[in-house]
T-cell receptor, first 111, second 112 residues
Framework: DAKTTQPPSMDCAEGRAANLPCNHS???????VYWYRQIHSQGPQYIIH???NNETNEMASLIITEDRKSSTLILPHATLRDTAVYYC????????????FGQGTELSVKP | DTAVSQTPKYLVTQMGNDKSIKCEQN?????MYWYKQDSKKFLKIMFS???????INETVPNRFSPKSPDKAHLNLHINSLELGDSAVYFC???????????FGPGTRLTVT
């Protein structure tokens, strides 16, 4: 699985959009970009994933660059409850096996 | 309708003891995992079972022995506990394809 690079921490004002970047310059053509988050030592929670096209669900949007070497997770209106560690993971979908977690980005949403 | 559950939530024990953590999933998944999150918050996979068979063992000490009595359960037994075993242990499950990966709430183990 390709390696990802994320900033260790970010701040965001409550109600504003939180944009979390991820670099995955060695991503291969069949690897998907997944995002998970972990709120205060709870179990990690799935947010969104995508291959090439931008994706949106009720939690967030995922923007993947055309060359697929980086992506951005967008929380459109961050709340205090979005304070968490956000993990960007690349892996081949449809292939069984582990999720490999990096250090993630610690997002602090401030009032 | 808890998807992945673990017991106990907290476990405090002394060095040298043997303890078990239980995990159950009601999602119909074929694959289950154990992850360890240490004090530095790094999440690392320990084991993975698919249809009750061990498929991943990430160089975990022999004191750790997972057991899967059926597809819905994956228990973790730890012998001769050491201070360094103190961590939060997360159980997870997924389909064989790796899709629909879900985590349990975690078990915080403290060894004194």
């Amino acid at each position: 699985d390709a390696k990802t690079t994320q900033p260790p921490s970010m701040d965001c004002a409550e109600g504003r959009a939180a944009n979390l970047p991820c670099n995955h310059s060695t991503i291969s053509g069949n690897e998907y970009v997944y995002w998970y988050r972990q709120i205060h030592s709870q179990g990690p929670q799935y947010i969104i994933h995508g291959l090439k096209n931008n994706e949106t669900n009720e939690m967030a949007s995922l923007i993947i660059t055309e060359d697929r070497k980086s992506s951005t997770l967008i929380l459109p209106h961050a709340t205090l409850r979005d304070t968490a560690v956000y993990y960007c993971i690349v892996r081949v979908e449809g292939q069984g096996g582990k999720l490999i977690f990096g250090q993630g980005t610690e997002l602090s949403v401030k009032p | 309708d808890t998807a992945v559950s673990q017991t106990p939530k907290y476990l405090v024990t002394q060095m040298g003891n043997d303890k078990s953590i239980k995990c159950e999933q009601n999602l119909g998944h074929d694959t289950m995992y154990w992850y360890k999150q240490d004090s530095k918050k790094f999440l690392k996979i320990m084991f993975s079972y698919n249809n009750k068979e061990l498929i991943i063992n990430e160089t975990v000490p022999n004191r750790f022995s997972p057991k899967s009595p059926d597809k819905a359960h994956l228990n973790l037994h730890i012998n001769s506990l050491e201070l360094g075993d103190s961590a939060v242990y997360f159980c997870a499950s997924s389909l064989t394809s790796g899709r629909d990966f879900r985590f349990g709430p975690g078990t915080r183990l403290t060894v004194t």
